[in-house]
């Protein structure tokens, strides 16, 4: 358990290194969804049932910000999920975002995807919101992978 532990920050510590010297800190990627991340997009007879949740919950996930940004985005995500009749899905899909969808971990699926890694919890500046604005799709339905 130790060496997976050490074998786990050493990976993390190159790619924090890696990812300095090739991007610039500054530069966001145009926003892409894929959909519920390693989740279902709907149920077997709906299979698009909360797409527009989880679209949506990508896209500020996308643009990163503060801590509490990112559980108010949580919690969008859990009562629009329940309001299309699923609140068992939407407890389910908590625990998956409160793991998974830490900034601290260099996923596909972490808070402030659209920056590259490492991009940690914090205030997006005026510079970076008017990047945001820029790369705002016309429909968020627009934008999926």
Known sequence: MKKLLFSMIVICITLWFFNFSLFDRNTLTPFISDGCSMFPDGT????????????????????????????????????????????????????????????????????????????LYGALSIEEQKKVKALQPLTLNNAID
């Open 44 to 119: 077997i007879k709906q299979k698009e049932l909360w797409l527009n949740c989880c679209i949506q919950h990508d896209y500020e996930y996308w643009q990163g910000g503060t801590y509490q940004q990112k559980v108010a985005s949580d919690q969008a995500l859990k009562i629009c999920v329940t309001d299309v009749g699923q609140p068992e899905i939407a407890a389910l899909m908590m625990t998956g975002v409160s793991v998974g969808g830490t900034a601290y971990l260099p996923t596909k699926f972490r808070w402030g995807y659209g920056w590259p890694y490492p991009r």
